[in-house]
């Protein structure tokens, strides 16, 4: 039985079927290769927005790390310059400042971890206006030296219009010399051609 027979064999519900079965197949196979496509691309499309996304992360670590590289030799090159004496250092901002320093006492230098020693002095302020100690605490914060105001108390004068008294605490924070090392050999023993051969000449004196 060929293929028309069986299809005129067919009552009209059968036939309705077949014709919507290969209508579907037909949709099918027109839309299966745009459907494929689309998906190739998403998929590379995907895969771009991962390697961009890498990338960007790539740059601004980079950023970070050159941020970290500039603060850390700003860093250096601020405790390269050794802080001066506070008192006499402190004395000329305030002079700079319009401020005057009727008190001050230097404090005992302490260690602050093992490549750092603090040195403070307090200062009291008396009758100082605002603008000026504003400007006096300025010049000290950006002087470019290893120093910054760790501790302040400001309290206003009673009924006088912008004269406040201020107690304020100076630090300078020198780093300490690093500990020169011997040369050693590879097992740690000091090397002998590093030390001092003996003198062997008969009758020769030590200086």
């Known amino acids: 039985m060929t293929v028309r027979e069986r299809l005129e064999r067919l009552d009209d519900r059968e036939r309705r079927l077949l014709g919507v079965a290969f209508a579907v197949a037909l949709f099918g196979a027109v839309l299966a290769p745009p459907m494929a496509l689309y998906a190739v691309l998403h998929t590379q499309r995907s895969n771009v927005e991962s390697v ?10 980079a950023a ?10 700003a860093l250096t090159e601020r405790y390269a310059r050794p802080a001066p004496q506070l008192q006499a250092f402190l004395s000329r901002l305030a002079s700079e400042s319009s401020v005057q320093i009727p008190e001050s006492q230097d404090r005992q230098a302490v260690p602050r971890g093992k490549r750092f020693e603090e040195r403070s002095t307090k200062v009291t302020l008396r009758k100082v206006g605002m603008l000026s100690l504003a400007k006096f605490l300025e010049r000290i914060e950006t002087s470019g030296y290893p120093v910054k105001v760790t501790q302040i108390n400001v309290r206003k004068r009673g009924s006088e219009l912008d004269s406040y008294d201020v107690d304020l605490v100076v630090s300078a924070f020198d780093r ?4 020169k090392t011997t040369a050693t050999q590879d097992g740690g023993v000091p090397s002998e051609r590093s030390a001092p051969s003996p003198k062997s000449t008969a009758g020769e004196e030590e200086p």
């Open 64 to 73: 970070v790390v050159d941020r970290a590289k500039a603060e850390k030799g």
């Open 176 to 179: 300490k010399a690093e500990p």
């Open 52 to 61: 961009r996304e890498v990338i960007t992360a790539i740059r601004d670590s």
